[in-house]
T-cell receptor
Framework: NAGVMQNPRHLVRRRGQEARLRCSPMKGHSHVYWYRQLPEEGLKFMVYLQKENIIDESGMPKERFSAEFPKEGPSILRIQQVVRGDSAAYFC?????????????FGNGTRLTVT | EDQVTQSPEALRLQEGESSSLNCSYTVSGLRGLFWYRQDPGKGPEFLFTLYSAGEEKEKERLKATLTKKESFLHITAPKPEDSATYLCAADPNYGGATNKLIFGTGTLLAVQP
């Protein structure tokens, strides 16, 4: 019974490169959320997606960040032209329904380091 | 501004020494209050959801309670394997998408044998 799968676990990028983070939700889950955990800060909501739709991206920085959840394949969080401030742990979570009584199940995260 | 504050930041207990972790929240209409456990290098693991003041939930040595302003996670006779960071999160009712959780920064619990 695989949980939420994220890869890679660790990613090192130089400033100006692109970072692509992947997330496969739990089987049967069609709602995907991305959260970011900066050092010494709590997890912060970034974006909520369903298959082929962005439902809420109010937590995403306006520039350089994008997310998708295609009909086939994993959800992708893409960060263009990374800067040192993007260094953080990025967590994906999924739920079977996008309702308040459907708690999130988190993956083990991708730790992005920008050098 | 919606926020969640956890205290203490860190707590060291002897095995068997019971204690409580605090989570204070200020949000616009609470849909649910969540507790998660996070081990080093791992993602948060779901423990409980509480929906209304007065509600309590238990799981093994853990019991979560909720008031209109706070939630407590009570740990009874803890064991070393209970050592982890415990996260509290609130799901505010903005009238739109749910599960846009507001997390506290966590309480790092260390239980010594």
């Amino acid at each position: 019974n695989a949980g939420v799968m994220q890869n890679p676990r660790h990613l090192v990028r130089r400033r100006g490169q692109e970072a692509r983070l992947r997330c496969s939700p739990m089987k049967g889950h069609s709602h995907v959320y991305w959260y970011r955990q900066l050092p010494e800060e709590g997890l912060k909501f970034m974006v909520y997606l369903q298959k082929e739709n962005i439902i809420d991206e109010s937590g995403m920085p306006k520039e350089r960040f994008s997310a998708e959840f295609p009909k086939e394949g994993p959800s992708i969080l893409r960060i263009q032209q990374v800067v040192r401030g993007d260094s953080a742990a990025y967590f994906c979570a999924s739920s079977p329904q996008g309702t308040y009584n459907s708690p999130l199940h988190f993956g083990n995260g991708t730790r992005l380091t920008v050098t | 501004e919606d926020q969640v504050t956890q205290s203490p930041e860190a707590l060291r207990l002897q095995e068997g020494e019971s204690s409580s972790l605090n989570c204070s929240y200020t949000v616009s209409g609470l849909r649910g209050l969540f507790w998660y456990r996070q081990d080093p290098g791992k993602g948060p693991e779901f423990l409980f959801t509480l929906y209304s003041a007065g509600e309590e939930k238990e799981k093994e040595r853990l019991k979560a309670t909720l008031t209109k302003k706070e939630s407590f996670l009570h740990i009874t006779a803890p064991k070393p394997e209970d050592s982890a960071t415990y996260l509290c999160a609130a799901d505010p009712n903005y009238g739109g998408a749910t599960n846009k959780l507001i997390f506290g920064t966590g309480t790092l619990l260390a239980v010594q044998p």
